[in-house]
């Protein structure tokens, strides 16, 4: 079957800076794929060049079988494009904004008009059909943007952080809507950097670093992967300062880590880790609030590839959602 | 490049019949939403209402050279307002990256703009002219041509709104640009002094504006058909195609990083 993508030894340099370096990746028809990564990984930069809006440095890219470079005009007409920032004419209604939209893509009249009813059923809004966009709130453009860029039944959709900064009903329905189009044979390319979302959503992600694929697979087997590891989270009833070197020390445990008044320890093996707590505990006389085993999340996954630490992702996701939220809607 | 394969299948016929579609439903957007924007009343009417008064009050100014002038000041104010602002307004908000990401050359959208901004440029220049002339009983010998160096002025310009909003980091920079290049155009086009009275090295200078040749392409349409008539529409329409040419290259520059 010919993927829906094709990206081959894809590079962008900025000046001296490498943003994208060497990329591979396919996608197939029908996948819904994710690249995950932390800020200035190269992400956008990677669908900028996907969508037409960059030239690559170097290296090869297909979409939906065309060339982008050579063909991108037919590219995009074949493919949506949903951007961090819901970039429609807040001076138009929602329906205008699709009219203008489909007659952009050429689609006929009759055709537009009917899927713009469809669309904007699905996402609810029709009933606000004839609202300016300006007094519509983030999630409500969010939703119309989408709905844009399906109207002329793109084969693949690229959606940049389409969650980020909204509600959790906004982004509940999106989630929905967009796993059923995929249902319906869309090929999605989404970045997120809510790796929870990526787990629900994607059948297969890349996490990017420095500009270079570090790790690719659907999330259970990018999960799997560190099945080798346990990882134990304990809370005491008072600081415990010397709780991190005196775990250290043990060479079954790989990493600990403090995330608030909780502790979390990785280690080969679950039992072991936990009999150290336990003499831990009893020989500085302290009390267990709670204690549990987990098994390695998607985030976990990242984290390990990454380099970065639970603190970091979450100042990480903080400054994207505050940034987002600060663009127009 | 045009080949001949291209021509015989029809393929070059769909191509241009999808540019102009595109370009046409490009302008009817941008007529929603931008014409009625209170900085296209600002820097597109009120200034040239503004400078004009502030230099013919007083005066004693042939209609041969009021009706002109006047036209022609219009129609540079209205029509390189209305898509500067445009141009800066949908690099601000990110629009003009939703017209990047649709199946439409960058050459596409740039037409789409200068046919709105040419529009409202034509549709002002030519109230104006209607209202100048009947106040002043001047004569019109050839209306036609008259109203053909309206249509070219006003695509030119516009084509310079849009390379100057191009190059423009953002709204103010671009107004102030456009400013700046549109008034001493107006004292060196012939609007107020006639350009065979300007000092040489100023006449010289007058000759590189479109303005210049809108100016008297007009005067000459008043008086009839002439040579001279030909070549300032001949210019105007180079000039229309030079700036379209130079805008599309800087927002390419400018936007496809």
């Known amino acids: 079957m010919e993927n829906a993508i094709e990206v081959t030894n894809l590079t962008k ?28 990984a190269g992400k956008t930069t990677t669908i900028r060049m996907l969508t037409g809006l960059t030239k690559p440095s170097s290296g090869t890219a297909k979409v939906a079988g065309r060339d982008c470079i050579r063909e991108t ?8 494009v949903v951007s961090e920032v819901s970039n429609l004419y807040n001076e138009m209604s929602a329906w205008d904004n699709l009219m203008f939209i489909g007659e952009l893509y050429g689609v006929d009249r009759s055709d537009r008009v009917e899927r713009a009813k469809q669309l904007l059923e699905a996402f609810q809004l029709y009933q ?72 629900q959503l994607c059948d297969r992600v890349a996490i990017v670093k420095d500009g270079k694929i570090v790790a690719e697979g659907s999330p259970e087997k990018l999960k799997s992967s560190l ?17 991190e070197s005196h775990l250290r020390a043990d060479p079954s445990v790989k990493e600990v880590s403090r995330q608030g008044e909780k502790y979390q320890v990785r280690a080969i093996d679950c039992g ?8 831990f505990v009893m020989s500085n006389r302290l009390q267990i609030l709670s204690i549990n085993t987990k098994q390695p999340s998607l985030e976990d996954v990242f984290l390990k590839h990454t380099g970065l630490d639970a603190v970091q992702v979450e100042k990480m996701e903080l400054l994207r959602t505050s940034r987002a939220g600060g663009q127009r809607g | 490049m045009v080949n001949v394969g291209d021509i015989l299948s029809g393929r070059l016929a769909r191509d241009v019949l999808d540019f102009l579609t595109k370009g046409a439903c490009i302008a009817k957007k941008d007529a929603k939403v931008y014409y009625f924007k209170p900085q296209i009343f600002g820097f597109g009417i009120l200034i040239p209402a503004f400078v004009y008064l502030a230099f013919s009050l007083g005066r004693e100014i042939p209609p041969g050279l009021l009706v002109p002038g006047l036209v022609s000041m219009v129609s540079l104010f209205g029509a390189s307002s209305v ?10 908000t990110e629009t ?41 009983q001047s004569q019109m010998v050839s209306p036609i041509m008259f109203v053909i160096g309206i249509v070219l002025g006003s695509f030119a310009f516009s084509a310079l709104g849009i390379l100057v909003a191009a190059a423009a980091r953002d709204m103010p920079t671009a107004n102030i640009s456009l400013t700046a290049l549109r008034l001493p155009m107006i004292f060196i086009g012939g609007v107020f002094i006639p350009v065979g ?61």
């Open chain 2, 83 to 92: 898509e500067a602002i445009s141009i800066a307004m949908e690099k601000q």
């Open chain 2, 197 to 257: 009275t300007l000092a040489p090295g100023l006449r010289l200078i007058s000759y590189l504006t479109p303005l210049t040749y809108m100016v008297d392409a007009l005067r000459e349409g008043m008086a009839g058909p002439s040579v001279a008539l030909a070549v300032d529409l001949t210019v105007l329409a180079a000039w229309f195609v030079i700036l379209e040419a130079l805008a599309v290259v800087v927002l390419n520059r400018r936007t496809q990083l």
């Open chain 1, 272 to 279: 072991i880790a936990i009999q150290e707590i336990v003499r």
């Open chain 1, 128 to 199: 606000r059909r004839n609202d300016h966009l300006a007094r519509y709130s983030k999630g409500m453009k969010r939703r119309v943007r989408i709905a844009a860029a399906l109207l002329h039944r793109p084969e693949v959709l690229f959606l940049d952080e389409p969650t980020s900064g909204l509600d959790v009903q906004s982004s509940r329905l999106i989630r929905s809507l967009v796993r059923e189009f995929n249902r319906e044979g869309v090929t999605v390319f989404l970045t997120t950097h809510y790796i929870e979302e990526a787990d």
């Open chain 1, 13 to 40: 340099h900025y000046g001296s800076i490498t943003a994208v370096d060497g990329v591979t990746f396919r996608v197939a028809r029908g996948e819904f794929y994710g690249l995950l990564g932390p800020n200035g």
């Open chain 1, 227 to 243: 099945r080798d590891e346990a990882i134990v989270e304990v809370a005491f009833d008072r600081d415990t300062p010397n709780f």
């Open chain 1, 73 to 80: 005009l037919s590219v995009k007409q074949r493919i949506g």
């Open chain 2, 96 to 136: 003009y990256e939703l017209l990047q990401t649709a199946p439409v050359s960058t050459a596409g959208i740039v037409f789409g703009k200068s046919l709105a901004g040419s529009a409202f440029g034509i549709v002002l220049s030519l109230c104006t002219a209607l209202g100048a002339v009947l106040l002043s």
